[in-house]
T-cell receptor, first 113, second 116 residues
Framework: GENVEQHPSTLSVQEGDSAVIKCTYS??????FPWYKQELGKGPQLIID?????GEKKDQRIAVTLNKTAKHFSLHITETQPEDSAVYFC????????????FGGGTRLMVKP | GAVVSQHPSRVICKSGTSVKIECRSL??????MFWYRQFPKQSLMLMAT?????????EQGVEKDKFLINHASLTLSTLTVTSAHPEDSSFYIC????????????FGPGTRLTVL
């Protein structure tokens, strides 16, 4: 089955700096890679996703890159703000609707004002 | 769009009782819903896959007789924790698949279960 590794487990940055979270996956058939933000006591919120037919996707301060050959993908947050502080999870899936997501272990991001 | 609700958000019960958690997709139909359990400072652990009109598929190690899942309609799935014990205390989260082609999952806000 799929195995997703996520690094780092914790990340502390100064407000305004960039944050990068990296994930690797094992199943070469995976083709859908979402990122979720989870605030304390809440459910995960989809913030961005990427499919295997593209190498990069950007949405304002958030971007995701995918390297299918190396089987890794990364989340980039620029101009970080204190409200970006949360736990971020990457996931991978064979993208047909109804297939399970395999999650990484999570990254606790702390943005210091 | 793509809003998923859960009810209740928090429940405290006595050991031995059963608790039902509802998961609803509010503005879309979901043929597939997933149930996860999350312990403090850990990732989400998939418990089962719920398909409308059919029996749920449980992950290895998850007792199907203890965690009863019903997916009666395209907008509602329920998880019943039967004969709950303190070790069942956890954060239970559901998700619903919105995409028709790709596996876009949207999560509910979670239910905090505490078993005394």
């Amino acid at each position: 089955g799929e195995n997703v590794e996520q690094h780092p487990s914790t990340l502390s940055v100064q407000e305004g700096d960039s944050a990068v979270i990296k994930c690797t996956y094992s199943d070469s058939a995976s083709n859908y890679f979402p990122w979720y933000k989870q605030e304390l006591g809440k459910g995960p919120q989809l913030i961005i996703d990427i499919r295997s037919n593209v190498g990069e996707k950007k949405d304002q301060r958030i971007a995701v890159t995918l390297n299918k050959t190396a089987k890794h993908f990364s989340l980039h947050i620029t101009e970080t703000q204190p409200e970006d502080s949360a736990v971020y999870f990457c996931a991978a899936s064979r993208g047909n609707a109804g297939n399970m997501l395999t999650f990484g272990g999570g990254t606790r991001l702390m943005v210091k004002p | 769009g793509a809003v998923v609700s859960q009810h209740p958000s928090r429940v405290i019960c006595k050991s031995g009782t059963s608790v039902k958690i509802e998961c609803r997709s509010l503005d879309f139909q979901a043929t597939t819903m997933f149930w996860y359990r999350q312990f403090p400072k850990q990732s989400l652990m998939l418990m089962a896959t719920s398909n409308e009109g059919s029996k749920a598929t449980y992950e290895q190690g998850v007792e199907k007789d203890k965690f009863l899942i019903n997916h009666a309609s395209l907008t509602l799935s329920t998880l019943t924790v039967t004969s709950a014990h303190p070790e069942d205390s956890s954060f239970y989260i559901c998700s619903a698949v919105a995409g028709q082609v790709y596996n876009e999952q949207f999560f509910g806000p979670g239910t905090r279960l505490t078993v005394l």
